[in-house]
C-alpha cells in the first residue's frame, strides 16, 4: 500500500519506521548472542571459560562422568517427570470443566485460583512452600520438590490444553454422545484423540518449567537433593569453569528441543 | 439447597444430566487441581502471613510466641541501650527494587516496542517464526541465560579481554556487579513479556487510519504519538506489568549480576531463610512484596480494561 510520496524522492510506505528494522535486528543479536557465546565457549578445549584454545569435548566428558551432575540429573528428570504427569492429568479435568462444562457459579473463581501461580512471585511461592513444609513437618525428600513442582507445573500444563478445547468444535462430541457412547467412551475415543495436541504441547512446557526452575528448588530443597539448576548454582557461585559451560549448554538443548515440540504440536 | 427450589428451565437435547450431578461432576473434577493449588499454595501463603508474626528461632524456623519485631525490624533497630532508632537499610532496598524494577520496565519498553512494532508489520509466516524466536529464551534456563552475561562481563570476561588485548584498555572496566548489569541482566531475561502483549495489541491496529493519518497532513512521528502509541496502550500497560512484577521480586539477576552488595528484595528474602535465618523478618518482607504486588494489579484490574491483552499474550 504506497501513497504518492510527499516532498520526497524515496517512496513512502505507510506504518513504517526508518530504523525499525535495523533496531530488531540488533535486538535479534543482544537476544542470541550470549546464548551462542556460551555453546561456542563449551567446546573450548583449555581450561579457561572464555580464553579459546582449541576444539574439544572434553568438558561434556568431564560433565557426564561427574558422579553430582549425574545425580542431580537424575533428580531433575524424575522431578519433572512426576510433577508433569501429575499436572497434566489434573490439567485437563480441569480444562474439560471450564470448556465444556458451560457457565456455573465459582467458574471464574476456579479460574483465577488456577492461574494464580503465575501471578505471585517465585520467590514468595518458594519461601511460602519451605515455611508450610516446615510448619507440617513434611520432609519427603524429592516429594517435596515433586509437590512445590505440581503447582506450578498446572497453569502450564492447563493453558493450552484450554486453547486446544477453546478452538475446538464440540459437534464431533455431541454426536458421539447422541450415539449412545456414554460419557467415558466419548472422552476416550473422541475428545481425548482430539486434544491431544494440545496436551503434548501443555505437557512439555510444565516438563521445561520444571527442569529448569531454581528459585523454588533452591528454597524447598531438603539437604542431599540436589536437582541440575542448584547445582549449576552453586558452581557459578564458586567461579566460571568450562564444565559449567557444558551442562548449561546440555539444558539449554534439552529446553529447545522441547520448545520445538510444542510448538509443532501445537501448530497441528 | 437452591438448586432443588429453583424450577428447572427447559434444557437442551445434549445435556443429559440433572444439576446435582452436573455441580458434582464439574466440582469433582476441578478439585484435583484446585486442591493442589489451593493446599500447597494458598496455605503455604496463609502460613507465611503467621511467621510473620511470630519470634524469630535463632536456629531457623520461629517460636509459637506472638510477636510484631520483625515488621519493626523493616523500619526501626534496637540500639546497644534498649532504645529504638530508625533503621533506614531495608527501606533502602526495597526502594532500591522498586526503582530498579522501574527502569527496567522502562527499558523493555523503550527496546521493546520497535521491535513489536516491526515484528507485527511483517508477512504471516515471517510474523510466527520472529515470535517463536521471542519466546525460545523465554523458555530456556534463566539461571543459564544469566550466567552467560557472566562471561561477558566479568573483569577476565569477552568484552575486557578484547578490548585489553586490542589495546583499547589497559586494566579491565568494572561492568559485573554493577547497578548496570543488573539492569542488562534484567532487560534481557523479561523483555519478551514486554514484546509480546505489545505485538499483540499492535497486530490488530488498523493500517487505514494511519492512511487517514498521513492524509491529513501527520508526519511519521506524528502518527506514531497521536495513533499507533495510543492504540498500543493497552497492550504497553499489560506488558509492563508483566515485566514490573517479576522485576521486583528477581533473585537470580541481582544475585549473580549484582553481588552481595547489591541487594534487592528477592535477595533479601533469600538470605532471611537461609544463611541469616530469621524468618519472621524474611516472612514480613514477602508480605509486603506480595501485598505491593496485589495493590499494582487491583490498580490494573480496576483501571484498564487490558485484559484480553494480557490472555492473549
Known amino acids: 500500500m504506497d501513497t504518492p510520496a510527499k516532498n520526497s524522492a524515496r517512496r513512502f510506505r505507510i506504518g513504517v519506521f526508518p530504523g525499525f528494522g535495523v533496531w530488531t535486528v540488533l535486538f535479534f543479536v543482544y537476544l542470541y548472542v550470549p546464548i551462542l557465546i556460551l555453546v561456542f565457549f563449551s567446546f573450548n578445549g583449555g581450561k579457561s571459560a572464555t580464553v579459546w584454545s582449541e576444539f574439544s569435548l572434553r568438558w561434556y566428558q568431564t560433565a557426564f562422568n561427574n558422579a553430582d551432575i549425574q545425580r542431580a540429573a537424575y533428580n531433575s528428570l524424575v522431578i519433572a517427570f512426576v510433577s508433569t504427569g501429575i499436572a497434566v492429568v489434573v490439567a485437563v479435568l480441569a480444562a474439560l470443566v471450564t470448556s465444556r462444562g458451560g457457565e456455573f457459579r465459582g467458574k471464574s473463581l476456579a479460574y483465577g485460583t488456577i492461574m494464580l501461580p503465575l501471578v505471585v512471585p517465585e520467590i514468595v511461592t518458594a519461601v511460602a512452600t519451605l515455611s508450610f513444609f516446615a510448619a507440617l513437618g513434611i520432609s519427603w525428600g524429592a516429594g517435596n520438590l515433586i509437590i512445590a513442582h505440581t503447582v506450578f507445573c498446572i497453569p502450564f500444563a492447563y493453558l493450552p490444553i484450554r486453547a486446544r478445547l477453546e478452538g475446538m468444535d464440540s459437534s464431533l462430541e455431541q454426536a458421539a454422545l447422541d450415539l449412545y457412547a456414554n460419557e467415558w467412551r466419548t472422552f476416550w475415543f473422541v475428545t481425548f484423540p482430539l486434544i491431544m495436541p494440545g496436551i503434548i504441547s501443555g505437557a512439555t512446557l510444565s516438563f521445561i518449567v520444571s527442569i529448569d526452575n531454581f528459585i523454588i528448588s533452591l528454597m524447598v530443597a531438603e539437604p542431599g537433593v540436589t536437582t541440575l539448576p542448584i547445582y549449576i548454582y552453586s558452581l557459578v557461585r564458586l567461579g566460571v569453569t568450562p564444565e559449567v559451560n557444558a551442562v548449561s549448554t546440555v539444558m539449554l538443548m534439552i529446553s529447545i528441543v522441547f520448545v520445538a515440540i510444542s510448538y509443532i504440536a501445537g501448530k497441528r | ?313
Open chain 2, 1 to 313: 439447597m437452591t438448586i432443588d427450589a429453583k424450577f428447572p428451565a427447559p434444557k437442551l437435547p445434549q445435556i443429559r444430566r440433572s444439576a446435582d450431578s452436573d455441580f458434582f461432576n464439574r466440582w469433582a473434577r476441578l478439585f484435583p487441581s484446585l486442591f493442589i493449588i489451593g493446599f500447597f499454595m494458598l496455605a503455604p501463603i496463609l502460613v507465611v502471613g503467621t511467621y510473620s508474626f511470630l519470634e524469630a528461632d535463632p536456629y531457623g524456623g520461629v517460636r509459637p510466641n506472638y510477636s510484631s519485631a520483625a515488621y519493626a525490624q523493616l523500619v526501626f533497630e534496637e540500639n546497644l541501650d534498649g532504645s529504638w532508632g530508625f533503621n533506614p537499610s531495608y527501606v533502602k532496598i526495597l526502594w532500591r527494587s522498586i526503582l530498579i524494577a522501574g527502569i527496567s520496565t522502562a527499558l523493555c519498553l523503550i527496546v521493546g516496542f520497535p521491535v513489536a512494532y516491526y515484528m507485527a508489520r511483517q508477512p504471516v509466516d515471517k510474523r510466527n517464526f520472529l515470535v517463536l524466536l521471542i519466546t525460545i529464551p523465554f523458555w530456556t534456563n534463566l539461571l543459564i541465560r544469566t550466567y552467560c552475561w557472566i562471561l561477558i562481563l566479568r573483569d577476565t570476561g569477552l568484552v575486557n579481554n578484547s578490548l585489553i588485548s586490542a589495546g583499547i584498555l589497559d586494566a579491565p572496566f568494572k561492568m559485573l556487579y554493577t547497578n548496570g548489569a543488573i539492569l542488562l541482566g534484567l532487560v534481557y531475561t523479561f523483555v519478551p513479556f514486554m514484546i509480546l502483549p505489545i505485538y499483540a495489541s499492535v497486530e490488530r491496529l488498523d493500517l487505514r487510519l494511519l492512511e487517514a493519518g498521513h492524509d491529513l497532513y501527520a508526519t511519521r512521528w506524528q502518527v506514531m504519538r497521536e495513533i499507533i502509541l495510543p492504540l498500543a496502550k493497552p497492550g504497553i500497560i499489560a506488558g509492563s506489568i508483566l515485566v514490573f512484577i517479576p522485576c521486583i521480586g528477581a533473585f537470580i539477576a541481582p544475585d549473580l549480576l549484582g553481588g552481595s552488595k547489591k541487594l534487592m528484595i528477592g535477595s533479601l528474602i533469600q538470605l532471611q531463610f537461609s544463611s541469616s535465618r530469621n524468618w519472621p523478618f524474611g516472612a514480613a518482607v514477602t508480605l509486603v512484596l506480595l501485598a505491593f504486588v496485589l495493590i499494582v494489579l487491583m490498580i490494573y484490574a480496576m483501571k484498564s480494561s487490558g485484559k484480553k491483552d494480557l490472555e492473549a499474550a
